[in-house]
C-alpha cells in the first residue's frame, strides 16, 4: 500500500456532524495571539511606496486593504483571504538587483507596510539560493512563506496545519497574482531546504517554513554561498502553546517523494488595472443575493483555475462543482464539463460545508480534494487555485468565500470520491 505523507494527519481533523458537535470550542479571548510579528525598532525599514513596482508587489501580497471596527478589538483585513482572520503565515524575501530595495533579506512588516532589513547582503557571492538548491546568484525576487501555527491552532486546534498550508496557498496565489502586474514570471518551489531556512532564520518551534516561490532569473556562473550565521528570531505571537499533532504533521510532510514537476506558465490575460482593482478590492462574501451566474462566466473561472502552476511538485487536484444557478446549465454535481448527478443539491451543499449558508445561496459551490502523496504541496495548490476563484469572481463582479469547516467523510461519500477532501469555495452574484 501506498503510504502518504499527511494523510493520518487529515484523517485525524476530520469534522463529522458529532465531531463538532462533542467538541465545542471555547476560545480564550484573553489569550489570542497576535496576528502580526514585528522585528525590533532598531532594524533598517524601508516603507513600501507606490514608486517602485517591487514595493506595489510585495504589497499586493498581503498589505492592508481594510479596517474593521467593533467596541473591542479592531480587524485589519488583507488582500490575502485567511481562515477566521487569524493571518498564521509570515512572508520573507531577497532582493538582489532589485530596485527599490537594497540587496537583502527581508520581513514583511504588515503592520507598518514596510521592508524590515534582516539582513544586507554585504558579499557578491552571499545569499539563500543554495536552500533553494539553486547553484547560481538569481536576481530578482526569492519569497519564503512561513507559519506561525499556533495563530490558527488558538481557534482551529489541530486542525489548523491545513488551515496554514491552505492560507499559505492563497499568498502563493498572491504571489501568482501579483507577478503579473509586476510583469515577471513566478515559480513555486516546494523543495527548498525548510529545514535549513528554519535554522537561518533562528526559528524555533513556533514557527517554520511552508514553501518559497522564485521571482527572479539566474546570472550564469555566479555562484552563491549561505550566509555564516543565525538571524535572531523574535516572538511573533506573544502565545505560544504546542501543538504535538501540528508538529508531526509537519515533520511528516516536509519531505517531498516523486514529485512531478509542472514547467509550464499559465496564460493570465486580464486588464492590468482592474486586475489591480480586484486585488486591492478582494473581499470575503458573507451573504450571496441567490441570483444566478451564466454558464460563460462559469466558464472563464474554470479556465482560469485549470491554468498551470509552474511548480517543483505538482499534485493532481479534483474540482467537483454542485451547480445551484448557472443559467444554461442543469443543476446538479459536476466533475469538469461532466455532470455526475443531476438535481437540486443547494441544501446538501449547505449543509455539507457545516450548515453554512453559504454553501446553498451560492450559484457553484466547489469542493477541492486530492489522492496526492505530497500533502504540503498538494494542500498549498489548493489554496492558491482557491485564490485564483476569489481574483477572478472580483474582477467578474461576483463574489466569492473560502469555506476551510466541511464534514470530511459525507462530503466524500456525496460525490463518491475516496480522496482527502481540501477545501470547499462558494462563488455566486453579491
Ligand atoms: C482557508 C480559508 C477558510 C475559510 N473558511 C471560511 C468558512 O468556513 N466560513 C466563512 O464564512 N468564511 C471562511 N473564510 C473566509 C474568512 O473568514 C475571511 O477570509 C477572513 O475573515 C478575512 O476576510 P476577507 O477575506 O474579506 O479579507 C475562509 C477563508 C480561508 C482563506
Known amino acids: ?47 513600501l511606496s507606490k514608486e517602485f513596482p517591487s514595493h506595489s508587489f510585495i504589497y499586493h501580497i498581503g498589505g492592508i486593504t481594510a479596517k474593521k471596527s467593533y467596541p473591542e478589538v479592531e480587524y485589519y483585513l488583507r488582500t490575502n483571504p485567511s481562515a477566521g482572520a487569524l493571518y498564521p503565515n509570515e512572508i520573507y524575501f531577497q532582493a538582489r538587483g532589485v530596485e527599490g530595495f537594497d540587496d537583502g533579506i527581508y520581513h514583511f512588516e504588515v503592520s507598518t507596510s514596510s521592508a524590515v532589513m534582516l539582513y544586507a547582503l554585504k ?30 491552532a488558538w481557534k482551529y486546534r489541530e486542525r489548523a496545519y491545513r ?30 531546504d525548510l529545514q535549513g531556512l528554519n535554522r537561518f532564520f533562528g526559528f524555533g518551534e513556533e514557527e517554520f517554513f511552508l514553501s518559497s516561490a522564485v521571482v527572479a ?19 511573533p505571537a506573544g502565545v505560544f502553546l504546542h501543538a504535538a499533532d501540528i508538529e508531526k504533521a509537519y515533520r511528516e510532510t516536509i519531505t517531498l517523494k516523486n514529485c512531478k514537476k509542472e514547467p509550464r506558465y499559465p496564460a493570465l490575460s486580464f486588464h492590468k488595472d482592474r486586475w ?79 450548515e453554512q449558508r453559504l454553501g446553498s445561496d451560492s450559484a457553484v459551490t466547489f469542493f477541492i480534494l486530492s489522492s496526492g502523496c505530497n500533502y504540503r504541496a498538494l ?31 459525507e462530503v466524500k461519500e456525496f460525490l463518491g470520491d475516496e480522496g482527502m477532501v481540501l477545501y470547499a469555495l462558494a462563488i455566486g452574484p453579491k
Not at 124 to 149: D, I, T
Not at 173 to 188: C, D, K, P, Q, T
Not at 293 to 304: F, R, V
Not at 393 to 408: F, K, N, T
Open 1 to 47: 500500500m501506498k503510504i502518504c505523507s499527511g494523510r493520518s494527519y487529515h484523517e485525524a481533523t476530520k469534522h463529522s456532524w458529532l465531531s463538532v458537535r462533542q467538541n465545542p470550542k471555547r476560545l480564550d479571548w484573553s489569550n489570542q495571539p497576535r496576528s502580526m510579528k514585528i522585528y525590533p525598532p532598531s532594524l533598517l525599514r524601508i516603507k
Open 123 to 152: 558579499e557578491e557571492e552571499e545569499g539563500l539560493e543554495p536552500l533553494l538548491k539553486l547553484k547560481n546568484q538569481m536576481s530578482g525576487l526569492l519569497f519564503f512563506v512561513s507559519a506561525v501555527y499556533y495563530r490558527s
Open 163 to 192: 488551515y496554514t498550508l491552505l492560507d499559505a496557498g492563497h499568498i502563493l496565489g498572491a504571489i501568482e497574482a501579483g507577478s503579473y502586474l509586476y510583469n515577471h514570471a513566478y515559480r513555486v518551489v516546494y523543495g527548498a
Open 217 to 235: 532569473v539566474p546570472k550564469k556562473g555566479v555562484p552563491v554561498s549561505l550566509p555564516d550565521l543565525a538571524l535572531e528570531q523574535v516572538d
Open 276 to 354: 489591480e482593482e480586484a486585488i486591492l478590492k478582494r473581499r470575503s462574501i458573507r451573504e450571496f443575493s441567490k441570483n444566478s451566474i451564466s454558464k460563460g462566466q462559469l466558464e472563464a473561472l474554470l479556465e482560469a483555475v485549470y491554468m498551470p502552476v509552474p511548480s517543483d511538485c505538482d499534485e493532481e487536484l479534483m474540482l467537483y462543482m454542485v451547480v445551484n444557478r448557472v443559467d444554461g446549465m442543469k443543476q446538479g454535481v459536476y466533475l469538469r464539463n461532466e455532470i455526475l448527478r443531476e438535481g437540486d443539491f443547494s441544501k446538501k451543499a449547505g449543509y455539507l460545508c457545516l
Open 379 to 409: 494542500y498549498q495548490k489548493a489554496g492558491l487555485w482557491g485564490h485564483r476563484l476569489y481574483l477572478l469572481s472580483e474582477y467578474m463582479g461576483l463574489g466569492c468565500s473560502g469555506i476551510g469547516a466541511y464534514y470530511d467523510d
